[in-house]
């Protein structure tokens, strides 16, 4: 087990409404990145937070949005579902700057009908 | 459990046998490298990470070797077992994320 946990681990929307997934970080761990993983497919960058700054994003609109709380926990948001916004999104913890060791949690699976 | 991809190319082994997973990546200035391992409905989980100023390293089991000059990765699993099969990543860091690779499915038969 990593420690990085989320939650919930599956859900079903409807076209049109929006989401909050959450994510808490492994502990002492400061950075947060989510990604969304479609199936067959390797992960994809959404965001990254850091001390609760979003620091880098994807190629992702708008509508994905987030928070990382003092406690470096971190939500994601999408308003708007689309059908292709169904997928397996990844929360990922790590200490501090890029190029150090990041542990992903289980994911949380959506389906958008 | 989910099928994580289902048209991901495929690696079959026996168990016993030594495995590698072969990985190209897209950035030369990359200096930071990982190997995940994806089982069926769960998330990737580290196995073996490389910095760029190394060419090989090892740990239990796995090493991983890196050719900068032909930007390409290599997993190699010793006396690869039934447990190991799962789709395995190999990521590249950049400045804020992971560039993952699109995955090789390994599947070990008895």
């Known amino acids: ?15 049109g409404q929006q989401v909050t997934l959450r994510c808490s970080s492994q502990s ?16 994809q ?19 994905f949005s987030g ?3 003092p ?3 971190s939500e994601l948001n ?8 169904s997928a397996l999104y990844l929360c990922a913890s790590s200490l501090g700057q890029p190029n150090t060791e990041a542990f992903f949690g289980q994911g949380t699976r959506l389906t958008v009908v | 459990g989910e099928s994580v991809g289902l048209h991901l190319p495929t690696l079959s082994v026996q168990e016993g046998d030594n495995s590698i997973i072969n990985c190209a990546y897209s950035n030369s200035a990359s200096d930071y490298f990982i190997w995940y391992k994806q089982e069926s409905g769960k998330g990737p989980q580290f196995i073996i990470d490389i910095r760029s100023n190394m060419d090989k390293r ?7 070797l890196l050719n900068k000059t032909v930007k390409h990765l290599s997993l190699q699993i010793a006396a690869t077992q039934p447990g190991d099969s799962a789709v395995y990543f190999c990521a590249e860091s950049s400045t804020d994320k ?5 995955g090789t499915r390994l599947q070990v038969f008895p």
């Open chain 1, 1 to 15: 087990e990593t420690g990085v946990t989320q939650s919930p681990t599956h859900l079903i929307k409807t076209r």
């Open chain 1, 28 to 43: 002492g761990h400061n950075t947060v990145s989510w990604y969304q993983q479609a199936l067959g497919q390797g992960p």
């Open chain 1, 45 to 63: 960058f959404i965001f990254q937070y850091y001390r609760e700054e979003e620091n880098g994003r994807g190629n992702f609109p708008p509508r």
């Open chain 1, 67 to 69: 928070l990382q709380f």
């Open chain 1, 71 to 73: 406690n470096y926990s």
């Open chain 1, 78 to 85: 999408v308003n708007a579902l689309e059908l292709d916004d």
């Open chain 2, 58 to 64: 090892q740990g239990q089991r796995v090493t991983v």
């Open chain 2, 98 to 102: 992971l560039i993952f690779g699109t």
